[in-house]
């Protein structure tokens, strides 16, 4: 069965740049899986951040940018604040109307 | 604005049936549009079980698909899930949210489901 995986878990300095990744266990993400990124943090439904690979939802700030990268999925936050510290999930269209989460990535920042 | 939210029992009894049902406001189901469910175990991530259009094409997870059923009500606007045979792997918070453009946009703020032995 496939598994879409991601990093448990990532660290980034305040100001600076992380990319986080989103793949299959059998095969590689591209466009066409219509990768879509989530953040969510305690107690909270998750914030929809990106769609169709490269598509930022309303009112997500443009540090946050999606991209493939080689056979992955990739959110990249450039210039991470604070409030950026959560825990990021990614969606794949896995075909035949199914979709899979990705594991999650817990993110600091410190 | 569109805005959903879950309902139904808090505790069900492990091997009997949960059903849960949400409720959208703002949003005219019939419109278009497909609607999910969405769950997330205590302290783990989140899962994909399924989703409905208002003509009633459904998609559910193939880990799921013997157990589960989604079903539309456009005249009250409402969804529902229901789960068979439950057991505590069950227990989770379970979210409703609205698919557009390849993206769940717009989230219940969930429910918290726990089967008991």
């Known amino acids: 069965q496939t598994v879409v995986t991601q990093e448990p878990s990532f660290s980034v300095s305040p100001g600076g740049t992380v990319t986080l990744t989103c793949g299959l266990s059998?095969?590689?993400?591209?466009?066409?899986?219509?990768p879509s990124w989530y953040q969510q943090t305690p107690g909270q439904p998750p914030r929809p951040l990106m769609r169709?690979?490269?598509e930022r939802s309303s009112g997500v700030p443009n540090r946050f940018s999606g991209s493939i990268l080689g056979n992955r999925a990739a959110l990249t936050i450039t210039g991470a604040q604070a409030e950026d510290e959560s825990e990021y999930f990614c969606l794949i269209y896995l075909g035949g109307g199914i979709w899979m989460f990705g594991g999650g990535t817990k993110l600091t920042v410190l | 604005q569109v805005q959903l939210q879950e309902s139904g029992p808090r505790l069900v009894e492990s091997s009997e049936t949960m059903s849960l049902t949400c409720t959208v406001s703002g949003y005219y189901i019939r419109s278009g549009y497909y609607f999910g469910w969405i769950r997330q175990p205590p302290g783990k991530g989140l899962e994909w079980i399924g989703a409905i259009h208002h003509t009633a094409t459904a998609f559910s997870s193939p880990s799921l698909k013997s157990r589960v059923t989604i079903s539309v009500d456009t005249s009250k606007n409402e969804l529902s899930l229901k789960m068979n045979s439950v057991t505590a792997a069950d227990t989770a918070v379970y979210y409703c949210?609205?698919?557009?453009?390849?993206?769940?946009?717009?989230w219940g703020q969930g429910t918290l489901v726990t089967v008991s032995s």
């Open positions: 949210a609205r698919f557009v453009g390849n993206i769940f946009d717009s």
């Open positions: 059998s095969g590689s993400v591209s466009t066409s899986d219509y």
């Open positions: 169709n690979t490269n």
